[in-house]
């Protein structure tokens, strides 16, 4: 089983990333950007990172593409995207490189949804969430595509179990 953690808006936390890493063990980590650290950080060693809007001390890539056990996944911090408008700009964008999974942050705001057969997610914030009072980060696992299990986690690791579901992307 694949397993890949999606963290977002840490606004330069450290001790608090590096837990999630210990607990989780994942296969892969993902930071969406505002971590406000630069790249040289231990605690994004070996975390796929992309710059966000907050991120002044870094050197990331706007954007990242990571193939996973036959998975594109796309991440982008999203404020290039508009997406506290909407995801039309990101959904373009998923489309042309062909994405499965769109990860991104920017709202503070935890959730996710499919539009045609791609899961757009956003796991909130670990710092500074909206719309809810949890400070989230998300949890894919999966051995196929045809049950994804998507988990929202308190950034203590308790399960919020609202905000978990099972999907397919097919």
């Not at 999606?6 to 990333?17: A, K, P, V």
């Not at 949890?139 to 994804?148: M, R």
């Amino acid at each position: 089983m694949t397993k890949v953690v999606i963290m977002s808006d840490s606004h330069g936390l450290t001790r608090e990333i590096e837990a999630i890493k210990t607990r989780e063990q994942a296969d892969y980590v993902f930071h969406c950007g505002d971590s406000e650290l630069n790249e040289s950080a231990k605690e994004l060693d070996g975390v796929l990172t992309v710059a966000g809007n907050c991120d002044f001390y870094g050197d990331f890539p706007n954007e990242q593409r990571k193939e996973i056990d036959g998975l594109t996944f796309f991440v982008v911090h999203g404020h290039l995207h508009n997406v506290k408008m909407n995801l039309m700009n990101l959904s373009y964008r998923a489309e042309e490189i062909g994405a499965d999974i769109v990860c991104f942050g920017h709202s503070h705001i935890a959730g996710a949804e499919k539009i045609s057969n791609r899961l757009f997610l956003n796991p909130g914030s670990i710092r500074l969430p909206r719309m809810r009072a949890e400070k989230t980060y998300a949890v894919l696992k999966w051995e196929t595509q045809e049950e994804i299990e998507v988990n929202y986690y308190m950034v203590t690791g308790e399960l919020v179990k609202e905000l978990s579901f099972k999907t397919s992307l097919e």
